[in-house]
């Protein structure tokens, strides 16, 4: 029998959730009682509910994994969690654990991943909890941690439990006059039976492997690393039949390889260029945690993650899930180009704009009236589960280029002819000093709210805009009717192109600007975006005086 150890402990300042969760440097977790203490308050953020629950564990696999996945254990333990249910050697993507909370109904998840931040020691670490349908946990919620994490004086752990989680099984242990069991499961099984029962996986098959009609198609599906790996081995190789050479870096590392595994233009550039100059009319990426993705085409043709949704959501009918659950309204966060709002108005579907955040779609799900959502931030989803899902959006993308028999650029093409074309691009400027961003936002703010902001007009390269509307974006959620202020300074110009600003909160150090850039083009559809945005990439530079704040004059990363 083992027994329950209560630690005196004292708060740490700062162990307040962003986004997504906790996020800071490796080292800031190891710092004594650190993980302790945040592990503790969310656990008694559960108050009477944790007694006899269960709840899901896994990660991406950086580095500090496994040892917070022991922690976990031992504290779950002393707190009287009946069970929990534990990736092998940890490893369970971000969409998985939605996956598994949801199908086992367990009261939530602990998920531990820093998602598309740099791992290995001098690097990120992550911890985030997902209630019991599946997501990320709302700010409700994760204030409530927070605040308990600025009071916590103590916390209760079983040290003498030893768990071997590289080995699929049951262990159970003797805690008090309990018992406490640990279940370490396969990491992937239970979300490839879910991604069969969503997709048509012989067509895909047939897709891959080519027809009398048509020849192979052929992709390359990079996991950066990252912990799809296991996911995208027994998807593409063992289920789909594609060859070795239609995968990469799919083995999960404590550092990704030294990579940055977040699937854009600029970090997934060594796949852009394979793609670019090879042979495959697909390509892949996802990132750390693999809820994010990025699809391109043929020669590296570019899906804009804000155009992705929104071919999507005109296509649902080419897959089963959609076909058999229905499709309800679309949703996008509010910096998201607005492409997908004239496929809802077209189809007749609702349509809703939320924060930035994947949270913000969970209540729209569960009241069923989202079906399709997705984030210019390399997110797409579906209601499938409560999380955005990488792996899901390349079995999407295939499954409609199986049905349409089009290439990627063909499908997007017509498209834009059919919709007209959003334009967007997004400059970040990452790891700035936080106080002259902070009153960067604030002199935004207050020239964009004072009196006669709205309807001025503002010129650059020969192209002239009206404001419309000018405001900090504010949500009330139309289901629980909480609200969300301040969530990004938003400039609207009579011809519906917009401008955003706002600080990312997803972070571990300094400040990370974003200035998103969305415009509509009804005719001119083929243009290069880069040139197509630059009148309005300067108005905004202009208005914000970004450069003069941040000191940079050029983004870090252009998506
Ligand atoms: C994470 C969340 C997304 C969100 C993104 C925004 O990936 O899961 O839902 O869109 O962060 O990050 P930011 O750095 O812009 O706050
Ligand atoms: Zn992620």
Redesign the pocket.
């Known amino acids: 029998m083992s027994s329950i150890v209560t630690v005196s402990t004292n708060p740490y300042e700062g162990q307040k959730p962003g986004?997504?969760g906790l996020r800071k440097k490796v080292k800031v977790f190891m710092q004594e009682n650190y993980t302790e203490n945040f592990i503790q308050s969310i656990l008694d953020a559960n108050k009477e509910a944790l007694v006899g629950s269960t709840l899901v564990v896994g990660g991406d696999g950086r580095y500090l994994v496994k040892e917070v996945v022991d922690k976990i254990i031992k504290i779950s333990a002393g707190n009287g969690v009946a069970k929990l249910l534990v990736g092998q050697n940890g490893i369970l993507s971000t969409p998985a654990v939605s996956h598994i909370i949801r199908k086992y109904q367990t009261l939530g998840g602990i998920v531990l991943t820093a998602?598309h931040n740099p791992g290995g020691i001098n690097n990120d670490f992550g911890i985030k909890f997902n209630c019991s349908n599946g997501g990320p946990a709302p700010d409700g919620t994760t204030n409530d941690i927070y605040r308990l994490t600025t009071d916590i004086t103590e916390y209760k752990i079983v040290p003498d439990i030893h768990c071997n989680i590289d080995e699929v099984g049951v262990s159970r242990f003797k805690v008090g006059e309990g018992e406490f069991v640990v279940e370490v499961i396969d990491s992937v099984k239970d979300y490839v039976e879910y991604m069969k029962s969503i997709f048509d996986f012989p067509k895909i098959k047939t897709l891959l492997q080519g027809s009398e009609l048509r020849k192979p198609f052929k992709v390359l599906i990079d996991s950066m690393n990252g912990v799809t790996g296991p996911y995208v081995r027994r998807i593409f190789l063992e289920e789909l039949g594609a060859s070795m050479g239609s995968v990469r870096r799919v083995t999960p590392l404590e550092d990704f390889g030294g990579a940055h595994p977040d699937p854009n233009l600029t970090y997934a550039a060594d796949l852009v260029n394979e793609v670019k100059n090879g042979d495959f009319d697909f390509g892949a990426a996802f990132d750390g945690d693999g809820?994010?993705n990025m699809i391109i085409g043929r020669k590296a043709f570019f899906v804009t993650p804000s155009d992705s949704l929104a071919v999507l959501a005109s296509q649902l009918e080419h897959i089963p899930y959609f076909r058999s659950s229905g499709v309800k309204g679309f949703a996008r966060?509010m910096p998201t180009a607005a492409a997908v709002d004239r496929v809802a108005e077209a189809l007749g579907k609702e349509m809703f704009q939320v924060p930035?955040?994947?949270k913000y779609f969970g209540n729209l799900m569960d009241a069923g009236r989202l079906s399709l959502c997705g984030?210019e931030?390399f997110?797409t989803g579906s209601d499938h589960v409560r999380e955005?899902d990488g792996l899901w959006a390349a079995l999407a993308w295939l499954s409609v280029l199986a049905a349409t028999g089009k290439s990627v650029e063909e499908m997007l093409v017509a498209h834009w002819q059919q919709y007209g074309r959003n334009y967007f691009t997004r400059y970040d400027y990452e790891e700035c000093p936080s106080d002259p961003c902070n009153e960067m936002m604030q002199e935004l703010e207050k020239t964009m709210t004072s009196p006669g902001f709205v309807g001025s007009q503002h010129s650059a390269a020969g192209k002239s805009y009206t404001v419309a509307l000018a405001d900090n974006f504010s949500y009330m959620d139309p289901v629980d009717r909480s609200v969300a202020m301040k969530q990004g300074l938003r400039i609207v110009f009579e011809d519906g192109s917009r401008i955003v600003v706002r600080l990312?909160?997803?972070?571990s150090s300094g400040a990370?600007v974003?200035l998103y850039i969305d415009s509509y083009e009804a005719k001119d559809v083929l243009g290069d975006a880069q040139q197509m945005l630059q009148p309005l990439i300067q108005v905004a530079l202009d208005i914000s005086k970004l450069q003069q704040y941040t000191g940079r004059d050029a983004p870090t990363v252009i998506t």
Not at 504 to 507: A, K, L, P
Request: charged letters at 25%; a positive charge; proline letters at 0%.
């Open positions: 986004t997504s998602s809820d994010r966060s930035t955040g994947w984030e931030s997110g955005k990312s909160g997803t972070g990370t974003r």
